[in-house]
């Protein structure tokens, strides 16, 4: 190969290069725009590299009149997340409230024992109504948990999912203290703070999180609040909703809907 | 997780009154953290008591000035260890330091805590004792004229110029010192008073509450030592010292009720959601700790005391044995004060619905004894900070107590 022939290749060697490459950007393109466009609920369907957490801000939508009280939303999570299955630790768990015709309330956590006990559960003249609360971290928009922890430690995604880093986490528990909802625990093993992650690795994986994916009725929703066709947004247009603690000023972002004025 | 402490949360599962959130069963903050602002609170207290000298020329307190500066700087230093012990990964503290989230009242602890024992405590003790340890540095030999050497750190200036530095440089820093006690108990009220889950603690009288409850618990120690010491040394206790430290004490603990019934009473009147479970709390779990120790037994009953000890115009032993008396009921106020807030605060579930149980460990790290034992190394190292630095001035120093 002479200089001359060595130029002439030079000339049509960049510019197609520069046509190969950018029929492979395209079909990258093309490849992650409907996961895009499916990205309606939840998480998009792409790989890690093209998770964008600005254009995400999830919640949780929570029909308490499709709870059943089956649980297992709190085994699902347990499972998924090696949660200590003593009944002392949960990232979520069920509350059943019994309403008497007398005003009086009788709650209980069917997650303790695994279901809810027979002599609550029957069906007296007295009772007003029954139903079931699921409760979990709210990832409150201003969480007292992420202004009190000293070391940062625990903190708020991008895409709105507050996180606890247990690699950094001293174990003050003051987050356990100022978290309103009960939502975090101890965990024995690592001597660190331990809550609701909304499945942050599944959801990041376009997944839904566990317990909203075994719900066999669909009492939880899970979405993202900066679509407009994500079923949590439709969600909280087609019901009224309400959160836990309003009066906290902490925003929460687990929104239920026909909530009854006794759940705290 | 191991069995026993399944075990214990078992037990205490059948200890619950009413409905709590699952993962409330577990009292996370035991003894060690009621520990914690009791120990701050006497630092607190006992350098108050040791401004009254030098900011308001208060002449007749003057023979507790320096006992009650060691007092602070020996509880200033075990102050931090409860909380040590207290975290689950100890080994981490540092980054409580190194990378402390600037929105976290518990974070600015390090720097609080610094302040006060480098800005404040160990300046004022040092230009204090300087002169002193000048002269015994030279009189003395051995390790303990070295001892004091260094600490002077190898000055020689006895004159009067640097004297009258001394004296002034004591005064400013009694006038910082004053604002940094306030902040360092002040800032540990916060700490609870700023936690809006938490009705019991979730007040802004919390800090001043922890303010006055300092005061009164820090002249109480002080009173308590003095009238050790002066037993020990076999000496006679300065009685209008005395007299007048009680009375500082008297309005203090007046001003601390006072306080504590404003705010028991606006959360009657104001009667909130958590009113209920509130009075259940105080009725059915604290009722021995709030009204029987820290109200009957830690205020009213030595008030009365006090009372008669001043307007009895007892004889000199007479008081001595009822301010004596009073003092030490005094710091089991104060004690139970602690506990009612730290302990008391976690015995009801946030869903306002039912009472937990605590059940304190005897003998694990965050048990009785460790409690104990944090409780007694102050006095450890104020004995031998005693040894060292005298708690009388050399000029009228006495031929050589013990």
């Known amino acids: 190969m002479n200089k001359r022939d060595f130029l002439k290749g030079l000339i049509l060697f960049f510019p197609a290069g520069g046509v190969l490459g950018a029929l492979a950007n395209g079909s990258d393109a093309k490849e992650a725009s409907p996961a895009k466009a499916g990205t309606a609920d939840t998480a ?83 009772v007003l109504r029954t139903f079931f609360v699921p409760k979990l971290c709210n990832h409150c928009v201003h969480p007292p948990c992420v202004q009190v922890c000293p070391v940062g430690a625990t903190f708020a995604t991008e895409d709105g999912v507050v996180l606890i880093d247990s690699k950094r986490c001293i174990g003050c528990r003051y987050c356990i203290q100022a978290c309103p909802y009960g939502a975090r625990y101890l965990d024995p093993r690592t001597k660190t703070a331990d809550k609701c992650s909304f499945c942050y690795h599944r959801v990041r994986q376009g997944l839904l999180p566990a317990c909203v994916e075994v719900c066999p009725t669909q009492a939880r929703i899970f979405g993202d609040l900066k679509s407009k066709a994500s079923r949590l947004v439709r969600f909280a247009r087609m019901n009224k909703i309400h959160v836990l603690k309003p009066q906290l000023n902490t925003e929460p972002k687990v929104y239920y809907a026909q909530m009854d004025g006794e759940v705290r | ?60 307190v003057q023979p507790t000035y320096r006992l009650a500066l060691l007092t602070a700087l020996a509880f200033l ?77 190898f000055s020689h200036d006895t004159s009067e110029a640097s004297l ?34 938490n009705p019991w603690w979730g007040s802004v009288l919390m800090p001043i509450v922890f303010l006055m409850s300092a005061i009164v618990s820090g002249i109480a120690l002080v009173i308590f030592l003095y009238m050790m010491l002066a037993a020990i040394r076999k000496e006679p206790v300065n009685m209008p010292c005395l007299d007048t430290v009680t009375s ?32 259940t709390l105080i009725t059915h779990k604290l009722f021995m700790s709030l009204f029987v120790l820290q109200i009957l037994i830690g205020m009213f009953i030595p008030l009365g005391i006090l009372v008669v000890a001043k307007w009895r115009k007892l004889n000199e032993d007479g008081r001595k044995l009822l301010y004596f008396t009073a003092v030490i009921l ?4 104060i004690f139970s004060t602690r506990w009612n807030v730290v302990i008391g605060g976690q015995l009801f579930s946030k869903s306002f619905r039912g009472l937990m149980a605590y059940k304190m460990e005897v ?40």
């Open chain 1, 44 to 126: 998009p369907k792409a790989g890690p590299k093209a998770y964008d957490p600005k254009s995400h801000y999830y919640g949780m939508g929570i029909e308490i009149d499709k709870c059943i009280g089956c649980n297992r939303c709190v085994e699902a999570c347990k499972a998924e997340n090696n949660v200590l299955q003593e009944p002392f630790f949960f990232r979520t768990w069920v509350e059943r409230y019994v309403i008497k015709k007398d005003g009086d309330t009788v709650v209980e956590s069917i997650s303790v024992k695994g279901k809810a006990s027979k002599d609550a559960a029957q069906e007296d003249s007295d």
């Open chain 2, 1 to 60: 997780m191991n069995p026993e402490m399944a075990h214990d949360l078992t037990e205490l599962l059948g200890q619950i009154t009413g409905y709590i959130y699952p993962n409330e069963i577990e009292i996370q903050w035991s003894i060690l953290i009621v520990v914690y602002p009791y120990i701050t609170g006497l630092v607190a207290g006992a350098f108050i008591l040791a401004s009254l000298v030098k900011v308001f020329n208060v002449k007749e």
């Open chain 2, 77 to 153: 230093l075990v102050a931090p260890l409860p909380l040590l012990l207290h975290l689950g990964r100890p080994e981490r503290f540092y980054e409580i330091l190194l990378t402390p989230n600037v929105t976290s009242a518990m974070a600015m602890f390090g720097f609080v805590y610094a302040w006060y024992l480098m800005a404040v405590l160990l300046l004022e003790v040092w230009f204090e004792y300087r002169r002193d340890l000048i002269v015994m540095g030279a009189q003395e030999r051995g390790l303990m004229g070295w001892i004091h050497r260094a600490l002077s750190l």
């Open chain 2, 164 to 197: 009258a530095f001394d004296r002034k440089a004591i005064r400013a820093i009694t006038i910082i010192g004053i604002p940094s006690a306030f902040l360092l108990h002040g800032y540990v009220g916060f700490i609870f008073g700023s936690v809006k889950a």
């Open chain 2, 248 to 279: 500082y004490l008297f309005y203090a603990v007046i001003v601390d009720f006072s306080l504590e019934a404003l705010d028991f009473i606006h959360r009657l009147y104001q009667s909130e959601e958590s009113v209920k479970i509130l009075g």
């Open chain 2, 330 to 333: 005094i710091q089991l106020g």
């Open chain 2, 363 to 402: 003998m694990g790290i965050e048990g009785f004894l460790t409690a104990l034992v944090l409780l007694a190394m102050p006095f450890l190292i104020l004995a031998v900070l005693i040894r060292v630095l005298p708690t009388k001035r050399l000029a009228d120093e006495a031929p050589k107590p013990a």
